[in-house]
């Protein structure tokens, strides 16, 4: 009996010194058909996949902007008179036949001149001590100056107006990611605006063309291991089409015409007439060399030239013709300092 009983005993010590330790996480089982676990061989898991590599001869043009110290430019637009003549002329009015002395008289046609576009545009860029940066506007002409936001490639984020905007953009921008020799991006422009012409014109089919390439030529070392980026800009706009008759709304077919205003027949009304054409061509063409390490301009000259065909000029922002444009860096302009009140003159004692 005692021998059976200390085998019982040792029995039982060694099934319990076999058992797993309490609180061990069985793993769950897979359900059939499921597929097989990967091996685990204790090994960390893989890292996500990297970034794209830059490569070697990839630069990154940006604005290098310093606190106090602004970056400024000036934009000139020189009208090219030796250019070829862009047609620019307006829907021939209809001959305003009048009766004086047993004749009829035919109404000279009337011509469009071109808006009035500054010679020259300033812009300075600078960095605030919150670190945004800011562009100032200032066109020849004694007109006030324009504010801006931008990023540091210059792209415009708020601010300035159609025109204004269209030639900041087209100097200042830079490319988002780093480009290499023969690579191109585009810009941010909008050079024309045929829906400013309202629901009236219909666009001509095949006649809207658009085109927007900037292209980096080159990178070539310079002096004190400066870099000069060498771009070249090829951008074309252009559209045609017909003005249509206006729709009557339906609330207003059917109704009694009301008094006529204004001119008693359509050939004394102003404005474009139905069928009329229209049509404009936007192309610019430039060069330009940016220092890659300076952040800034060294020389950017190229050619704007706009051509319209009807009465289109109202829904353009640049100038008809065609213009040699260059950009040079020039002085910061300085705030016009505020004079210190004049000192109070001492009146002498009454007597």
């Known amino acids: ?82 250019a070829p003549a862009f047609e620019s002329a307006p829907a021939e009015p209809k001959a305003d036949k009048k009766k004086k002395g047993g004749k009829d008289e035919e109404a000279p046609a009337a011509t469009a001149a071109p808006a009035a576009v500054p010679s020259e545009y300033t812009y ?9 940066r800011h562009l100032r506007v200032t066109p020849s002409g004694g007109a006030a100056p324009e504010d801006a936001t931008v990023s540091d490639r210059g792209f415009i984020i708020d601010g300035l107006p159609g025109r204004e905007r269209n030639l900041a953009t087209l100097v200042l921008e830079l490319p988002r990611d ?60 252009q559209f045609g089409g017909l003005l249509t008759p206006a729709r009557i709304p339906m609330a207003k077919r059917g109704s009694r015409p009301s008094a006529p205003q204004g001119p008693a027949n359509d050939e004394d009304a102003a404005g474009p007439t139905e069928g009329t054409e229209l049509g404009a061509t936007v192309k610019i063409t430039g060069r330009g060399e940016f220092l890659v390490k300076a952040g800034q301009w060294r020389s950017w000259e190229g050619t704007l030239a706009t051509s319209m065909k009807g009465p289109a000029q109202s829904a353009m922002g640049l100038p008809v013709g065609t213009y040699q444009a260059r950009l040079a860096p020039v002085s910061a302009p300085q705030a016009p300092a505020t004079p210190a009140p004049a000192a109070p003159t001492a009146t002498p004692p009454a007597p």
């Open 1 to 82: 009996m005692k021998r059976s009983l200390c085998g019982l005993l040792v029995a039982l010590a060694f099934s319990g010194c076999s058992q797993e330790a309490p609180g061990k996480i069985e793993p769950l089982q897979r359900p059939p058909g499921a597929p097989p676990a990967p091996a685990s061989n204790g090994e960390a898991p893989a890292p996500a996949a990297a970034a794209p590599a830059v490569p070697k001869d990839a630069v990154l043009l940006r604005w290098k902007l310093v606190q106090g110290t602004p970056v400024a430019f000036r934009l000139t637009l020189a009208l090219d008179r030796a």
């Open 124 to 132: 300075v860029l600078e960095l605030d001590r919150a670190g945004e």
């Open 178 to 237: 780093p480009v290499s020799p023969g690579e191109s991006w585009s810009l941010a422009t909008a050079l024309l605006t045929p829906d400013a012409l309202g629901t009236q014109f219909r666009r001509a089919t095949g006649g809207a063309e658009r085109r927007n390439r900037v292209k980096l030529v080159s990178v070539t070392p310079a002096d004190n291991g400066e870099q000069v980026a060498t771009l070249e800009y090829d951008l074309l706009e």
